[in-house]
């Protein structure tokens, strides 16, 4: 029973229960000041002892009938009133120095409060309770600061139902029309935040009981236009959103990343990350791009200008590079490297420069990789130097990158007999690195290859050994997940595997609904030349063991659902199609099984039992043969 059903029916408060005639006497003002708010931690005036007695019970003047407590010089205290006329009190006014700031409203007016509203100098939050059971079942109004202040709280206390009220609901994402492509990946996003959030409550140390919301921070927020993503009306969107918080004393940062507006509600669209010793925030734009979301946050007044010319200058170089022939993309990256730095360091928060530094490290990656950009390792040492300094999490970042970096500039031009030593610098790296930043996000990538490589040499153990690892160690990670499918697929033989997934043209699908015939489950994508090949293999096997009632099912971890489709209108397979959003970082499909590398295949047999957890196309009549003798 809500605290406020209880005190209804105490005598205490005999004149304030909706079962007494508002014609009754008014109660006495201790009566009236020791009702309190359904919600709690709400901040409304309290009255000393010492004062409760000068306090006056008043009555209402105007169109609603009941009573008013003021101080003795006439501040409102609180309000009771009955506005339908039906001589019950259905609404509850709680005052703070004169001015309203909470208010417990009934209005189905049955006695119950289903209403709770924050007012005045307490915010805009209006919040619905169907039930009547003193929890708030959604949040009505709610403004962005607001909702990253609930977020907080609901880490805080590790609460899932107080961060599922602040998520983008099913209904709502379908009322604002996004295109199907569009709608069934934030679907997805929303889906796997929401069952994730228990476990990063836990993981997380930073967001502590107790903890505080201080401050919300973000560039100015932009509009999504009518018609774009197929949206039906204009959507307002806040990117790379940033709650500021204080824990025992400690300030910290909580990346709470995109908000969208529905009605006059704020929603999250994703998990939040944590910016600490760990943990450094992927805070990029999902709606916009990085760069814009990043050149609107000048931050000061005395930055403003000095920015803006960055940024004007940052926007040249990129036309540049754009028409730039082989000879002047090494100068004009390093340019560009320069400017973003300079970015970087004038910005005056913390999140600030971490985005620039993050947008640094990022294109100096890419255009290394492209072999654009001959010194880009040499910067991006000293961009973990400089820049990174003593931040472990952004060091993190910055040092992974390095090691991959390097190993790609090593294989560029290599010849076959080098890969060996390449392969072996690369994994020493790795390890060297595991070990030096344990926890990090980045550490359970470098743990994924280490498993992936042992794989490769046909260790499966050494390879299930780190996976466990990775598996256990970042639960409700993306690494994680991955890390989890693959200890399910490297132990998958002997064991029954029932897929369940939707296909291309979403239809739903479940592999157990095969059984009786043999199965190769193949997992590709559109820009996967071997897969292409692994394709014409299996149409002959298919046709060879049609007899035997060989099925084959695709599993595409391409992109986006158009990609793999225009593949398959220009290339028809007749087989099943499967696809999942999230492409091979994310698709549920390819975490299920820990699917890293392409083409995988698998190798099931009549019974629904896998037979091969990997296996090759040149090898799969042999074992189809076996399989079916």
């Known amino acids: 029973m809500p605290r406020k059903a209880a005190l209804f029916v105490l005598p205490l408060v005999v004149g304030l229960s909706p079962t007494v005639p508002l014609s ?99 915010g805009t939050r209006w919040a619905l309770d169907d039930n009547e059971d003193g929890t708030i079942d959604s949040w009505k109004q709610i403004s962005a600061e607001e909702a990253t202040a609930e977020l907080v709280a ?107 507006q529905v009605g006059d509600a704020w929603r999250l669209i994703d998990l939040p990350q944590v910016v600490g010793e760990d943990m450094v925030a992927r805070s990029s734009g999902y709606f916009f791009t990085p760069m814009r979301a990043a050149t609107t946050a000048l931050p000061s007044e005395g ?62 990656t890419v255009a290394i990789q492209e072999g654009a950009y001959p010194d880009g390792t040499t910067r991006l040492r000293k961009i973990s130097r400089e820049l990174a300094g003593n931040n472990k999490a952004l060091r993190s970042y910055v040092d992974f990158q390095v090691i991959s970096a390097e190993y790609a500039t090593r294989l560029q031009g290599s010849k076959s007999e080098d890969f060996p030593k390449i392969q072996e610098w690369y994994l020493e790296n790795l390890t060297e690195f595991v070990e030096r930043y344990e ?69 739903s699908f479940r592999l157990s609904s095969l059984r009786g015939r043999p199965v190769v489950l193949h997992y590709w994508a559109a820009w996967c ?30 992109s986006t659902r158009e990609d793999a489709a225009e593949f398959l209108r220009a290339n028809p397979l007749p087989w099943t199609q499967l696809f999942a959003e999230g492409g091979m970082e994310g698709s549920r499909l390819a975490n299920e099984l820990g699917v890293q590398t392409l083409p995988t295949m698998l190798l099931i047999d009549k019974s629904g039992k896998v037979v091969q957890h990997n296996v090759q196309v040149a090898q799969l009549g042999e074992e189809l043969d076996e399989l079916l003798r």
């Open 154 to 260: 609901a880490l805080a206390d590790a609460d899932v139902e107080r961060f599922e009220r602040l998520v983008l609901s099913d209904e709502e994402l379908a009322a604002l029309g996004f295109a199907p492509g569009e709608a069934k990946k934030l679907a997805q996003q929303l889906q796997e935040a929401r069952q994730r959030f228990a476990d990063f409550a836990k993981q997380q140390n930073s967001v502590q009981a107790g903890a505080r919301w201080v401050q919300f921070a973000a560039a100015k927020p932009g509009v999504l236009p009518s018609g774009a993503l197929g949206l039906s009306s204009d959507l307002k969107v806040y990117e790379n959103v940033v709650a500021m918080f204080e824990n025992e004393g400690e300030s910290g940062q909580l990346v709470v990343g995109t908000l969208v």
């Open 303 to 364: 930055q403003d200008q000095q920015a803006q010319k960055l940024v004007v200058q940052l926007e040249k170089i990129d036309q540049r590079l754009a028409t730039a022939g082989p000879a002047e993309l090494p100068k004009l990256n390093a340019a560009r490297a320069d400017v973003v730095e300079q970015l970087a360091l004038a910005a005056s928060t913390p999140a600030d420069r971490q985005a620039w530094v993050q947008q640094l490290v990022d294109t100096v």
């Open 529 to 558: 030349e071997p897969c292409k090949q692994d394709m014409r293999r299996l149409r002959q096997l298919q046709a060879q063991y049609q007899k035997a009632g060989l099925e084959i099912v695709g599993v595409s971890v391409d």
């Open 24 to 122: 009754a006497a008014p109660p006495a003002a201790k009566a009236a000041l020791s009702l309190k708010p359904v919600q709690q931690a709400v901040r409304y005036q309290r009255v000393p002892a010492s004062e409760v007695d000068s306090c006056r019970v008043v009555d209402l003047e105007g169109d609603w009938a009941g009573w008013e407590v003021t101080t003795a010089d006439g501040t409102p205290l609180r309000r009771f009133a009955d506005t339908n006329g039906d001589k019950k009190v259905d609404l509850w006014c709680y005052f703070d120095q004169g001015v309203e700031v909470y208010r417990d409203v009934d209005g189905d007016f049955n006695g119950k409060a289903d209403q709770y509203r924050w007012l005045g100098t307490a």
């Open 439 to 507: 926890s990090t996000p980045e550490a359970g990538k470098a743990m994924l290859q280490l498993a992936l490589s042992k794989e490769f040499e046909a260790k499966e153990k050494e390879a299930l050994q780190w996976y466990r690892r990775v598996a256990k160690e970042f639960p409700g990670e993306t690494a994680g997940a991955k890390a989890a499918g693959a200890v399910r697929r490297l132990d998958s033989v002997g064991k029954s595997l029932d897929l369940r997934g939707e296909t291309i043209d979403g239809k």
